[in-house]
């Protein structure tokens, strides 16, 4: 196994594992500097960088292009780069495409899915990736699934969750997101697992990390905050702020 990913594998219940996503270099290399264990160029830049409604519209083009810039930043922490939506529609493509992302200095590749894509994630363990699984709400489902909801609610949610963790791990995940699930099935989740946990939206301190997504953090972007989200900035404000400030002090030629 690589050292980064044995790295995040020795966290598991003794720190508490960080994961922020980036989707250019200067916010990389300051994440990076910052000491964050993982970060992630996810599909969620379809939103943040290119003002896309959701990640349906996510292409590997965007990711190779965005994960590129992130990898040439980042020296310490493990990075992971998101497969789009039907970037992994059959093991052969899944593999090609965790390929071309390996290519370009992404560590490990994510995609969403438990049991419908077991034979997927195993395929691209098999070929030697790193792969990060994610169950719960899966965002490039939610055409199909009428929206974003929390997940786990009902019984047989619940119990299709579990299915999905022990999927990933039997597939060979080296870690697994929970996003969006109700809160004491994450933690009964984390308590089966034998695999770190990230969860997002899915409570605090039930899952073995966190990840966030860097303008949810910083609030770089105002015209819409989950309601999970921790802002601990207003990095927004202050560039409106020295806009402002610039255009008052512009002067016209005498």
């Avoid at 083009?61 to 789009?84: Q, S």
Wanted: aromatic share 4%; net charge negative; charged share 20%.
């Amino acid at each position: 196994m690589n050292p980064k990913i044995d790295a995040i594998l020795a966290k598991k219940g003794n720190q508490p594992i960080s994961q922020l996503t980036a989707y250019d270099y200067p916010t990389a290399r300051m994440l990076d500097e910052a000491g964050v264990d993982m970060i992630l160029v996810g599909d969620s830049l379809g939103m943040m960088m290119l003002g896309f409604p959701d990640t349906t519209h996510v292409t590997m083009e965007h990711m190779l292009h965005h994960g590129e810039c992130v990898a040439r930043a980042v020296k310490n922490a493990l990075v992971v780069v998101d497969l789009p939506i039907h970037s992994y529609d059959t093991p052969e493509l899944a593999v090609a495409n965790a390929r071309r992302l390996m290519a370009i200095g992404a560590d490990a590749v994510k995609l969403e899915g438990g049991v419908a894509q077991e034979d997927k994630i195993r395929a691209i363990v098999d070929a030697g990736i790193p792969v990060q699984a994610h169950i719960g709400l899966l965002p490039q489902s939610i055409k199909e699934d009428g929206g974003y909801r929390m997940k786990g609610k009902t019984d047989e949610e619940a119990a299709a969750i579990t299915r999905d963790l022990d999927a990933v791990i039997r597939a060979g995940a080296f870690c697994v997101v929970i996003e969006c699930t109700k809160h004491t099935l994450a933690a009964e989740l984390t308590r089966r697992s034998s695999i770190p946990t990230i969860g997002i939206g899915a409570g605090a301190a039930t899952c073995h990390g966190e990840v966030a997504v860097i303008h949810d953090l910083v609030g770089g972007f105002p015209w819409f905050v989950p309601g999970f989200a921790r802002q601990l900035g207003n990095v927004a404000g202050e560039i409106t702020r020295a806009a402002n400030e610039w255009m008052s002090n512009l002067k016209l030629p005498e």
